[in-house]
Protein backbone atom coordinates (compact mmCIF):
# COMPACT_ATOMS: atom_id res chain seq x y z
CA UNK A 1 0.00 0.00 0.00
CA UNK A 2 2.99 2.09 -0.12
CA UNK A 3 2.32 4.73 -2.40
CA UNK A 4 4.94 5.50 -5.35
CA UNK A 5 6.83 9.10 -5.94
CA UNK A 6 8.79 9.73 -8.99
CA UNK A 7 11.41 10.37 -9.46
CA UNK A 8 13.30 9.54 -6.49
CA UNK A 9 15.50 12.64 -7.16
CA UNK A 10 15.81 15.86 -9.14
CA UNK A 11 18.38 18.65 -9.40
CA UNK A 12 17.38 22.02 -10.34
CA UNK A 13 19.09 25.54 -10.88
CA UNK A 14 17.78 28.00 -8.99
CA UNK A 15 14.78 29.71 -10.15
CA UNK A 16 13.67 26.21 -12.27
CA UNK A 17 10.48 24.43 -11.40
CA UNK A 18 9.73 20.79 -10.01
CA UNK A 19 6.85 18.28 -10.39
CA UNK A 20 6.81 15.29 -8.05
CA UNK A 21 3.97 12.66 -8.41
CA UNK A 22 2.83 10.19 -5.96
CA UNK A 23 0.60 7.95 -7.24
CA UNK A 24 -1.63 4.72 -5.41
CA UNK A 25 -2.71 1.61 -6.01
CA UNK A 26 -5.84 1.81 -4.30
CA UNK A 27 -8.53 4.48 -4.49
CA UNK A 28 -7.23 7.17 -2.00
CA UNK A 29 -8.86 9.44 0.94
CA UNK A 30 -6.52 11.56 1.36
CA UNK A 31 -3.01 12.66 0.53
CA UNK A 32 -0.46 14.63 2.61
CA UNK A 33 2.91 16.26 1.43
CA UNK A 34 6.32 17.14 4.03
CA UNK A 35 9.49 17.87 3.58
CA UNK A 36 12.58 16.76 5.47
CA UNK A 37 16.31 19.19 5.62
CA UNK A 38 18.89 17.24 6.13
CA UNK A 39 19.69 16.34 9.46
CA UNK A 40 15.88 17.66 10.47
CA UNK A 41 12.37 16.44 11.15
CA UNK A 42 9.89 16.09 8.18
CA UNK A 43 8.06 19.23 8.39
CA UNK A 44 4.28 19.57 6.77
CA UNK A 45 3.55 21.00 3.89
CA UNK A 46 -0.31 20.25 2.91
CA UNK A 47 -3.10 18.31 2.68
CA UNK A 48 -5.54 17.28 0.20
CA UNK A 49 -8.54 15.48 1.41
CA UNK A 50 -11.19 16.00 -1.63
CA UNK A 51 -10.75 14.93 -5.37
CA UNK A 52 -9.79 17.61 -7.87
CA UNK A 53 -8.82 19.62 -4.49
CA UNK A 54 -5.64 21.80 -5.67
CA UNK A 55 -3.24 24.00 -2.60
CA UNK A 56 -1.21 26.44 -2.49
CA UNK A 57 1.84 27.60 -0.44
CA UNK A 58 3.41 30.33 -1.31
CA UNK A 59 4.97 28.96 -4.64
CA UNK A 60 4.87 25.51 -3.44
CA UNK A 61 1.41 24.06 -4.61
CA UNK A 62 -0.44 20.33 -4.82
CA UNK A 63 -2.91 18.46 -7.03
CA UNK A 64 -4.99 15.81 -6.34
CA UNK A 65 -6.50 13.47 -8.98
CA UNK A 66 -8.86 10.90 -7.03
CA UNK A 67 -9.44 9.19 -10.21
CA UNK A 68 -5.88 8.78 -11.40
CA UNK A 69 -5.31 7.78 -7.44
CA UNK A 70 -2.42 10.42 -7.62
CA UNK A 71 -0.73 13.43 -6.52
CA UNK A 72 1.58 15.95 -7.73
CA UNK A 73 3.69 18.78 -6.19
CA UNK A 74 4.27 21.57 -7.89
CA UNK A 75 7.70 23.79 -6.89
CA UNK A 76 7.71 27.06 -9.13
CA UNK A 77 10.57 29.41 -9.34
CA UNK A 78 12.12 26.71 -6.87
CA UNK A 79 14.81 28.77 -3.98
CA UNK A 80 17.46 27.20 -2.49
CA UNK A 81 15.59 26.78 0.63
CA UNK A 82 13.46 24.11 -1.16
CA UNK A 83 16.31 21.34 -0.92
CA UNK A 84 15.19 18.62 1.22
CA UNK A 85 13.25 15.46 0.77
CA UNK A 86 9.56 15.69 0.00
CA UNK A 87 8.18 12.88 1.26
CA UNK A 88 4.02 11.89 -0.32
CA UNK A 89 1.64 10.00 2.65
CA UNK A 90 -1.68 8.66 1.25
CA UNK A 91 -4.48 7.19 3.21
CA UNK A 92 -6.19 4.92 1.54
CA UNK A 93 -10.50 4.88 1.07
CA UNK A 94 -12.05 3.20 3.98
CA UNK A 95 -8.62 2.68 6.20
CA UNK A 96 -6.96 4.73 8.93
CA UNK A 97 -2.97 4.41 8.37
CA UNK A 98 -1.06 7.35 7.12
CA UNK A 99 1.63 5.50 4.79
CA UNK A 100 4.69 7.16 3.13
CA UNK A 101 6.03 6.89 -0.25
CA UNK A 102 9.89 6.68 -0.19
CA UNK A 103 10.45 10.32 -1.07
CA UNK A 104 11.90 12.37 -3.45
CA UNK A 105 15.76 14.10 -2.65
CA UNK A 106 15.49 17.73 -4.41
CA UNK A 107 18.46 19.72 -4.67
CA UNK A 108 18.60 23.43 -5.98
CA UNK A 109 21.94 24.73 -7.02
CA UNK A 110 22.50 28.09 -7.08
CA UNK B 1 3.64 25.88 22.87
CA UNK B 2 6.30 23.62 22.96
CA UNK B 3 7.09 21.45 20.01
CA UNK B 4 7.08 17.67 20.22
CA UNK B 5 10.05 16.55 22.29
CA UNK B 6 11.71 12.93 22.22
CA UNK B 7 14.16 11.44 24.65
CA UNK B 8 16.47 10.06 24.45
CA UNK B 9 17.92 11.92 21.15
CA UNK B 10 20.76 8.85 20.56
CA UNK B 11 21.07 5.33 22.06
CA UNK B 12 23.49 2.60 21.59
CA UNK B 13 22.45 -0.47 22.13
CA UNK B 14 23.57 -4.55 21.44
CA UNK B 15 21.95 -7.14 19.91
CA UNK B 16 19.26 -9.28 22.34
CA UNK B 17 18.53 -5.92 24.56
CA UNK B 18 15.28 -4.05 25.12
CA UNK B 19 15.13 -0.56 24.62
CA UNK B 20 12.23 2.22 25.21
CA UNK B 21 11.53 5.57 23.73
CA UNK B 22 9.72 8.93 24.61
CA UNK B 23 7.75 11.49 22.94
CA UNK B 24 5.59 14.28 24.66
CA UNK B 25 2.84 15.34 22.07
CA UNK B 26 2.30 18.96 21.86
CA UNK B 27 -0.01 20.23 24.24
CA UNK B 28 -3.47 19.20 23.45
CA UNK B 29 -2.50 16.68 20.60
CA UNK B 30 -4.11 13.13 21.45
CA UNK B 31 -2.68 11.18 18.71
CA UNK B 32 0.56 10.27 18.35
CA UNK B 33 2.00 8.11 15.78
CA UNK B 34 5.95 6.32 15.35
CA UNK B 35 7.65 5.97 12.31
CA UNK B 36 11.12 4.23 11.79
CA UNK B 37 13.43 5.42 9.29
CA UNK B 38 16.17 4.44 7.49
CA UNK B 39 18.35 5.28 4.26
CA UNK B 40 16.49 2.48 1.79
CA UNK B 41 12.82 2.49 3.12
CA UNK B 42 12.07 5.86 3.95
CA UNK B 43 9.43 6.54 6.62
CA UNK B 44 7.92 3.26 8.15
CA UNK B 45 4.88 3.95 9.67
CA UNK B 46 4.61 1.89 13.08
CA UNK B 47 1.67 2.25 15.34
CA UNK B 48 -0.68 5.18 15.91
CA UNK B 49 -2.29 5.92 19.09
CA UNK B 50 -5.05 8.07 19.90
CA UNK B 51 -6.43 8.78 23.71
CA UNK B 52 -4.38 5.70 25.12
CA UNK B 53 -5.75 3.14 22.44
CA UNK B 54 -3.46 1.83 19.94
CA UNK B 55 -5.50 3.21 16.43
CA UNK B 56 -3.37 1.71 13.60
CA UNK B 57 -0.29 -0.73 13.15
CA UNK B 58 2.33 -0.79 10.86
CA UNK B 59 3.98 -4.16 9.58
CA UNK B 60 6.11 -4.77 12.07
CA UNK B 61 6.66 -7.66 14.61
CA UNK B 62 6.01 -8.05 18.03
CA UNK B 63 8.82 -6.90 19.08
CA UNK B 64 7.69 -3.75 18.64
CA UNK B 65 5.34 -1.99 21.08
CA UNK B 66 4.00 1.12 22.55
CA UNK B 67 1.88 2.54 24.30
CA UNK B 68 -0.05 6.08 25.27
CA UNK B 69 -0.70 7.31 28.65
CA UNK B 70 -3.35 9.83 29.85
CA UNK B 71 -1.51 12.77 29.31
CA UNK B 72 -1.21 11.54 25.48
CA UNK B 73 2.71 11.58 26.53
CA UNK B 74 3.57 7.81 24.52
CA UNK B 75 6.05 5.34 24.64
CA UNK B 76 7.81 2.78 22.14
CA UNK B 77 9.51 -0.49 23.28
CA UNK B 78 11.83 -2.69 21.18
CA UNK B 79 12.39 -6.34 22.55
CA UNK B 80 15.02 -8.52 21.71
CA UNK B 81 17.19 -5.40 19.34
CA UNK B 82 18.45 -7.16 16.00
CA UNK B 83 21.41 -5.52 14.14
CA UNK B 84 18.24 -4.23 11.41
CA UNK B 85 16.54 -1.90 14.50
CA UNK B 86 19.49 0.57 13.69
CA UNK B 87 17.17 3.36 12.49
CA UNK B 88 16.11 6.91 13.33
CA UNK B 89 12.72 6.54 15.31
CA UNK B 90 10.22 9.78 14.87
CA UNK B 91 7.11 10.45 16.84
CA UNK B 92 4.78 13.02 15.25
CA UNK B 93 1.82 14.26 17.21
CA UNK B 94 -1.48 15.24 15.75
CA UNK B 95 -4.63 17.09 17.44
CA UNK B 96 -7.10 14.60 15.97
CA UNK B 97 -6.27 11.13 13.90
CA UNK B 98 -3.44 11.19 11.80
CA UNK B 99 -5.15 10.04 8.85
CA UNK B 100 -7.22 14.16 8.46
CA UNK B 101 -4.72 16.10 10.36
CA UNK B 102 -1.47 17.93 10.06
CA UNK B 103 1.63 15.71 11.80
CA UNK B 104 4.29 17.54 13.80
CA UNK B 105 7.29 15.60 14.23
CA UNK B 106 9.88 15.39 17.08
CA UNK B 107 13.68 15.41 16.27
CA UNK B 108 13.88 11.50 16.49
CA UNK B 109 16.35 9.49 18.56
CA UNK B 110 18.65 7.72 16.85
CA UNK B 111 19.01 4.15 17.81
CA UNK B 112 22.20 2.49 16.84
CA UNK B 113 22.25 -1.87 17.50
CA UNK B 114 25.58 -2.78 17.68
Known amino acids: QQPVQSPQAVILREGEDAVINCSSS?????VHWYRQKHGEAPVFLMILLKGGEQKGHEKISASFNEKKQQSSLYLTASQLSYSGTYFC???????????FGQGTRLTINP | KAGVTQTPRYLIKTRGQQVTLSCSPISGHRSVSWYQQTPGQGLQFLFE???????NKGNFPGRFSGRQFSNSRSEMNVSTLELGDSALYLC?????????????FGPGTRLTVL
Open chain 1, 26 to 30: KALYS
Open chain 2, 92 to 104: ASAVGGGRDNEQF
Open chain 1, 89 to 99: GTVIQGAQKLV
Open chain 2, 49 to 55: YFSETQR
